[in-house]
C-alpha cells in the first residue's frame, strides 16, 4: 500500500522557517515523481513544487521560488520541503503528493495537486 506520512508542521512567526518531511512506504521511491501541495481555508489546493529524478530537476511555484526548498532522501524514503521567510499567506495545510512514472512532475507545479497519492497532512500557522 503506498503511503505518505507527513510531519513538522506547526506555528511560527512571520520571517521564521519550518521544515516538512513526508516519509513514503509501500512503493518505490525513486520510481516516484514527488512534491508538495498546500490548501488554506476556503481556497482552492496550490501546487508547491515538485522533483523529479527523471528530469533531475525540482519545480516551484513562481510565487514561492527563492523560500522554499524541496529535497529528497532516496535512502530514507524521505522527502522534504525547506520554508524560510515565512509569511502569514503561507498559513495551510500542507500535503506530500506522489505519482508514479516520472513524469507527473514535467506538466508543472499546477499539476501537482493531481498527483495520484497524497498524506493526511501537516499544518504550518504563520502568525504573530
Known amino acids: 500500500e503506498v503511503q505518505l506520512d507527513e510531519s513538522g508542521g506547526g506555528s511560527v512567526q512571520p520571517g521564521g522557517s519550518l521544515t516538512l518531511s513526508c516519509t513514503a512506504s509501500g512503493f518505490k521511491f525513486s520510481s516516484y515523481d514527488m512534491a508538495w501541495f498546500r490548501q488554506a481555508p476556503g481556497k482552492e489546493r496550490e501546487g508547491v513544487g515538485c522533483s523529479s529524478l527523471s528530469a533531475d530537476s525540482t519545480r516551484y511555484a513562481d510565487s514561492l521560488k527563492g523560500r522554499f526548498t524541496i529535497s529528497q532522501d532516496n535512502a530514507k524514503n524521505t522527502l522534504y520541503l525547506q520554508m524560510d521567510s515565512l509569511k502569514p499567506e503561507d498559513t495551510a495545510m500542507y500535503y506530500c503528493?506522489?505519482?508514479?512514472?516520472?513524469?507527473?512532475?514535467?506538466?508543472?507545479?499546477?499539476?501537482?495537486?493531481?498527483?495520484?497519492?497524497r498524506g493526511q497532512g501537516t499544518q504550518v500557522t504563520v502568525s504573530s
Open positions: 503528493a506522489a505519482d508514479p512514472g516520472l513524469v507527473a512532475c514535467s506538466r508543472g507545479y499546477s499539476y501537482v495537486p493531481n498527483f495520484g497519492t
